[in-house]
Nanobody, 124 residues
Framework: QVQLVESGGGLVQTGGSLRLSCAAS????????MGWFRQAPGKEREFVAA????????LYPDSVKGRFTISGDYAKNTVYLQMNSLKPEDTAVYYC?????????????????WGQGTQVTVSS
């Protein structure tokens, strides 16, 4: 089993920044990638970023490209999401996820484990 714990969410004004963290524990030795998703009320869970654990390749949708940066501290089994130039439409619960094996990275069902989520609210 793998446990994922997110932190770093909060309230920020438009144009501000936040850094989310996700600490993984348990059987993390076979991690292929970690990702971030978000879900706003009444909307589907949306892909935000992913990073492959051994090579460090990153992937972003156009909606956050250039504003968000995903990174990993492999020694600490922790993944980060640096969010800059935040907009009200970035308001959502942000979830960390872990995928064990090679494959897709942009759909929720690509991932094997999920954290409990952390709220990010961007005020206008």
């Amino acid at each position: 089993q793998v446990q994922l714990v997110e932190s770093g969410g909060g309230l920020v004004q438009t144009g501000g920044s936040l850094r989310l963290s996700c600490a993984a524990s348990g059987r993390t030795f076979s991690t292929y990638a970690m990702g971030w998703f978000r879900q706003a009320p009444g909307k589907e869970r949306e892909f935000v970023a992913a990073i492959t654990w051994l090579v460090g390749n990153t992937l972003y949708p156009d909606s956050v490209k250039g504003r968000f940066t995903i990174s990993g501290d492999y020694a600490k089994n922790t993944v980060y999401l640096q969010m800059n130039s935040l907009k009200p439409e970035d308001t959502a619960v942000y979830y960390c996820a872990l995928r064990r094996s090679l494959g897709g990275l942009t759909r929720p069902y690509d991932y094997n484990y999920w954290g409990q989520g952390t709220q990010v609210t961007v005020s206008s």
